[in-house]
């Protein structure tokens, strides 16, 4: 699945680089068929339904989900994703010494890690400070309603 989702980021930039708050390489945000994002769609779905079970929510859908690639000192600017109920981010591979995810409300950043799943509520305040790495630190984000 990994090497399916980075082939189609390689292939699928060029949509919205630059141009919204992501301020590197992106795709389009509807990337559900997609290899590798297909399965990834399944297995987040399952994620929100099992972490959602005693709340009042019932029915939920996959918003949107894209890939970005960050090259050395690319950043984020601080935003949110509401009105969706959670927000999320999937690294892979990232490299040694690569930007954070940041909550500033909070204080806390969030060291990227293989495989790292990060799933938070849509309304939280995040962003990826500029950073010098080598390579490419690639995240896959989706919202979910």
Not at 5 to 26: F, L, P, S
Not at 41 to 49: L, M, T, Y
Not at 65 to 75: L, M, T
Not at 95 to 124: A, R
Request: proline letters at 6%.
């Amino acid at each position: 699945m990994n090497k399916d989702i980075i082939k189609t980021i390689d292939q699928e930039v060029g949509w919205h680089d630059y141009k919204t708050n992501v301020k590197a390489q992106m795709t389009d945000w509807r990337l559900h068929n997609y290899p590798g994002f297909d399965k990834f769609c399944v297995i987040i779905s399952k994620v929100a339904k099992a972490i959602s079970k005693n709340t009042s929510y019932s029915k939920f859908y996959i918003d949107n989900v894209w890939g970005c690639k960050y090259k050395s000192n690319e950043e984020t600017l601080v935003h949110d994703h509401w009105p969706n109920i959670w927000s999320l981010a999937y690294y892979i591979s990232p490299p040694e010494n690569c930007s954070e995810l940041v909550f500033p409300e909070f204080n806390y950043e969030i060291k990227p890690e293989h495989g790292m799943l990060v799933i938070f509520p849509g309304h939280y305040l995040h962003q990826v400070n500029k950073k010098p790495f080598k390579g490419y630190r690639y995240v896959v984000s989706a919202n979910i309603r």
